[in-house]
Structures are given as structure tokens and as C-alpha cells.
């Protein structure tokens, strides 16, 4: 991977919708599980944010506080995470996403379904593991990393 958490190169992103960009490898599951998607509801889902960089990540710290993960230390700075937009982190598309997700790699993860609820958020778990994100303490305490 060449960059750092909200540096990436631009050559390690690729495009998954208008202005939203993940990591490779989780941008080809986001679009093999969109195809799924776009099957079963006859449209592609709603992706409203992928990576973010360093700037991007204040930014969203300055708005949405503590919602916020600090800048440096988002999964979104790894092109690791998305947040639907829309109606899909309800309803019929967040029962199917909570149902097949997985099979792609895709998860809202445990810290997202708690006290900080999240269900926009999706990250790529192969990715997350391998890297040691949660395993490392790399998000401190709280286990939070949006």
C-alpha cells in the first residue's frame, strides 16, 4: 500500500460512484456485491462516502464531533470503510446488506451497532483484519475508527 491513513496514492483508489473512492481490493468487493444489490432491488446502492483524506478527516471532525473518528485514524483513510447514503442503512437494503454483506467482506461493525450507532457505516473486513486495525489498540479504548 503506498501512502499513510488519509494519504493514499491515488494509483491504490478506485473509483465506486460519483466522488467516492475505496482501496482496491475493497472497491472490487463493493462492486461484486452491488451487482448482487442492483439483482435483488433493480438499483446500485446509495454510496455517500469512501476514503477520506487527512484534510477530509478534520473536516468531519470539525462536523460531526464525536461521531468522528480523530483524523489520522479512520478506517475511511485506509479507502477501508463506506457510509451509505439514502434510505439504505434501513429497511429492505440494511436487512439485505445485514444478511449478505459478509459474503463479500463487507461488515457494519460491532462498535457501529452499539453506543455510537452507526448503521451507514461499512467497512471491509479482510482488509481490516490483515492490516491488525482492531487488534493492534490503533483505535484506542473505544474501539471506534469511523
Request: proline residues 3%; contains cysteine.
Amino acid at each position: 500500500l503506498s501512502g499513510s491513513n488519509g494519504k493514499l496514492a491515488a494509483s491504490a483508489l478506485c473509483d465506486v460512484a460519483p466522488g467516492v473512492e475505496l482501496r482496491a481490493d475493497a472497491a472490487v468487493a463493493w462492486a461484486e456485491m452491488n451487482a448482487a444489490f442492483k439483482v435483488a432491488f433493480g438499483r446500485d446502492m446509495c454510496a455517500g462516502e469512501g476514503y477520506r483524506s487527512l484534510a477530509k478527516q478534520y473536516a468531519t471532525k470539525r462536523s460531526r464531533g464525536y461521531l468522528a473518528a480523530t483524523p489520522g485514524t479512520s478506517v475511511h483513510g485506509w479507502g477501508l470503510a463506506l457510509d451509505l447514503c439514502g434510505t439504505d442503512d434501513s429497511g429492505a437494503a440494511k436487512r439485505w446488506l445485514d444478511n449478505n454483506a459478509e459474503t463479500w467482506g463487507w461488515v457494519n461493525p460491532a462498535w457501529a451497532k452499539t453506543r455510537k450507532w452507526e448503521p451507514w457505516h461499512w467497512e471491509y473486513e479482510p482488509a481490516t483484519d490483515a492490516m491488525d486495525l482492531y487488534g493492534s489498540g490503533f483505535y484506542g479504548a473505544d474501539g471506534t475508527s469511523d
